[in-house]
T-cell receptor, first 113, second 111 residues
Framework: DGGITQSPKYLFRKEGQNVTLSCEQN?????MYWYRQDPGQGLRLIYY???????QKGDIAEGYSVSREKKESFPLTVTSAQKNPTAFYLC????????????FGEGSRLTVL | RKEVEQDPGPFNVPEGATVAFNCTYS??????FFWYRQDCRKEPKLLMS???SGNEDGRFTAQLNRASQYISLLIRDSKLSDSATYLC????????????FGKGTKLTVNP
C-alpha cells in the first residue's frame, strides 16, 4: 500500500543529544514537509522540500536540520540547539497540483529527559 | 489577530445532534481552504476541501464566506465515530508551504 512511514514512533533522548527522525514515502510525491505539534496547538512548519536536493526553512527551523537526497526520503535531525524538543513530529507529503491535500505519516513522539 | 482562529471548544454533543464549527482567517489573499480531522494521538487526515459555492459530503457541509473571511463545518446527525479534533487549514497562496493550521476544535459525541 502507498503511504508515508515515520520511525521511530516513540523516542526518548537525553539533553544534549542529537536525534534523527526517519520519513519515507512511496507515493511518488515531490513535496515533503515536517511539522511539529505541541499539546493544544496547531501544526507548525519546520522544513519543507519541493524537489530532491532542495529544501527550505519553515516557520520554526532553528535547532533542526534536514536532507533530501532521494525523492522518497526526508529525514529530520533534532539537534541539541533546539531548546524545547519534546513534541509530536509529523512528516507529510503532497502530490503535484494537489495544494492542501497533505498525506501524513503516523508521527514520531519525542521526549527529552 | 491570529492567522487562523477556531472555536476553542471542546464541544460535547449527544448522538444525532447537529454541530457547527467556525474558523476565521486574517489574510485576505488566502486562496484555498480545508478541514482536516485528527483523532487522539494520531495524524491529521483531510476531511474535505472548502469551495466558494459551499460543498457537501454526506453528513458534512463546508461553507466559505470570503467577504467575512470565515469558514464553517456543519456535521448533521453526529455519530460516536465523529469524535475527534477538527482542524481548519488555510493556504495563504504562493505555494503549499503557505498552509496555516488552526489549533483545532475538539468534538466528543456522547451516546
Amino acid at each position: 500500500d502507498g503511504g508515508i512511514t515515520q520511525s521511530p514512533k516513540y523516542l526518548f533522548r537525553k539533553e544534549g543529544q542529537n536525534v534523527t527522525l526517519s520519513c519515507e514515502q512511496n507515493l511518488n510525491h515531490d513535496a515533503m514537509y515536517w511539522y511539529r505539534q505541541d499539546p493544544g496547538q496547531g501544526l507548525r512548519l519546520i522544513y519543507y522540500s519541493q524537489i530532491v536536493n532542495d529544501f527550505q526553512k519553515g516557520d520554526i527551523a532553528e535547532g533542526y536540520s534536514v536532507s533530501r537526497e532521494k525523492k522518497e526520503s526526508f529525514p529530520l535531525t533534532v539537534t541539541s540547539a533546539q531548546k524545547n524538543p519534546t513534541a509530536f513530529y509529523l512528516c507529510a507529503s503532497m502530490g503535484t497540483g494537489r495544494s492542501g491535500e497533505l498525506f501524513f505519516g503516523e508521527g514520531s513522539r519525542l521526549t527529552v529527559l | 489577530r491570529k492567522e487562523v482562529e477556531q472555536d476553542p471548544g471542546p464541544f460535547n454533543v449527544p448522538e444525532g445532534a447537529t454541530v457547527a464549527f467556525n474558523c476565521t482567517y486574517s489574510n485576505s489573499a488566502s486562496q484555498s481552504f480545508f478541514w482536516y480531522r485528527q483523532d487522539c494521538r494520531k495524524e491529521p487526515k483531510l476531511l474535505m476541501s472548502v469551495y466558494s459555492s459551499g460543498n457537501e459530503d454526506g453528513r458534512f457541509t463546508a461553507q466559505l464566506n470570503r467577504a467575512s473571511q470565515y469558514i464553517s463545518l456543519l456535521i448533521r446527525d453526529s455519530k460516536l465515530s465523529d469524535s475527534a479534533t477538527y482542524l481548519c487549514v488555510v493556504n495563504q497562496g504562493g505555494g503549499s508551504e503557505k498552509l496555516v493550521f488552526g489549533k483545532g476544535t475538539k468534538l466528543t459525541v456522547n451516546p
